[in-house]
């Protein structure tokens, strides 16, 4: 059976992603990450702690000053804060519907913390690899779609 993230149904009902740890450093995965889902139509939300704008746009230093509904918590950090993350999620008074850990990315705390708040929990996959592998690379119903934000730049 096919899990959920790896269809265009599981997809439509994201419209807001929080990236934490996001920055726009050229050439690292977050960067590639963070435009590829700009591109595809996603409304996305840097959080970093020491930066202010990132890809143009406000970041905030936690998730817990985010004041949109956010779909999607897309974690770039180290295992060891996924745990921290999680429990940050929990406090948010708006509870995003998923909490993505990328590639390389898993801590085996996190999912039996969050499942229980019907929060879906992802650890090592590429977000941005699943949506276009799920949409076939076609956009997102909300927005436009650019494969050249998935390629590393030359």
């Known amino acids: 059976m096919q899990h959920p993230i790896h ?3 599981f ?12 920055k726009d450093k050229p050439h690292s995965d977050v960067d590639r990450v963070g ?12 959080v970093h702690p020491a930066r202010k704008e990132v890809w143009g746009l ?10 949109e509904q956010v779909d999607m918590v897309n974690l770039f ?12 999620v929990l406090r948010m008074s708006n509870r995003p519907k998923v909490f993505w850990m990328q590639l390389g990315i898993s801590n085996s705390a996190v999912p039996p ?4 708040h019907s929060i879906v ?7 941005m690899v699943v949506h276009a592998e799920a949409t076939g ?17 030359s």
């Open 137 to 153: 690379g076609r956009a997102a119903p909300h927005g436009a779609f650019a494969i050249d934000a998935m390629k590393k730049p």
């Open 11 to 22: 997809w439509q009902g994201i419209r807001t992603i929080a990236i934490v740890g996001a």
């Open 35 to 46: 435009r590829y889902l700009i591109a595809a139509g996603f409304t996305v939300i840097p």
């Open 77 to 88: 950090r180290a295992p060891q804060y996924c745990l921290d993350h999680a429990q940050e």
């Open 58 to 67: 406000p970041a905030y230093p936690t998730l817990l000053e985010v004041q």
């Open 113 to 116: 913390l969050l499942t229980p």
């Open 121 to 127: 929990v992802v650890e090592n996959r590429c977000s």
């Open 7 to 9: 269809t265009p149904a």
